[in-house]
């Protein structure tokens, strides 16, 4: 095929659908007529109130726009709660650890001290979780602990 024959059934393609397009502008397919007009409906007898202005607010309030309910919350509102203050969250425990009982991997256990709950060291295993604190690793010589959005990575202290 070559850019001769191409070119030509472009302008042919084009021509046509110029073509449809003006004969649809033109005349449309399909003949649209109006239906006739219907009597106008009768006037009611007495006009309904007209609303007054306190009561668009109490509609307004009862199906609140903002909510995806659509419904005002279950909540009242407080300010004088709003003035109290936050609580202080409990202060992240201060973790040491004293030693490792290796067992060559088999089943480690870590001497960890300052453990909430527990006064003096305590014996952890991989796994285990004391106090909301859970032991992930216990290596050769360190300890990964995890909880209260920290991770503690122990390592044994030196006696000097």
């Given at each position: 095929?070559?850019?001769?024959?191409?070119?030509?059934?472009?302008i042919t393609v084009a021509l046509a659908g110029f073509g449809l397009g003006a004969r649809?502008?033109?005349?449309?397919?399909?003949?649209?007529?109006?239906?006739?007009?219907?009597?106008?409906?009768?006037?009611p007898a007495a006009a309904s109130p007209e609303r007054?202005?306190?009561?668009?607010?109490?509609?307004?309030v009862a199906r609140d726009p903002f909510r995806v309910a659509r419904r005002p919350t279950d909540v009242?509102?407080?300010?004088m709660r709003l003035a109290?203050?936050?609580?202080?969250?409990?202060p992240k425990p201060a973790l040491a650890l004293v030693g490792i009982v290796w067992?060559?991997?088999?089943?480690?256990?870590?001497?960890?001290?300052?453990?909430?709950?527990?006064?003096g060291p305590r014996p952890v295993r991989v796994g285990e979780t004391v106090a909301g604190?859970?032991?992930?690793t216990i290596?050769?010589?360190?300890?990964?602990?995890?909880?209260l959005d920290t991770t503690w990575t122990l390592q044994v202290r030196q006696p000097w």
């Open positions: 095929m070559t850019a001769a024959r191409v070119n030509c059934s472009l649809l502008a033109s005349r449309p397919l399909v003949r649209v007529v109006v239906p006739p007009s219907a009597p106008a409906a009768p006037l007054q202005p306190d009561s668009l607010g109490v509609a307004f009242p509102y407080d300010p109290q203050p936050v609580a202080a969250a409990a067992d060559w991997g088999r089943d480690p256990t870590a001497l960890v001290e300052g453990l909430p709950g527990s006064d604190l859970r032991v992930k290596a050769l010589d360190q300890v990964v602990i995890t909880g």
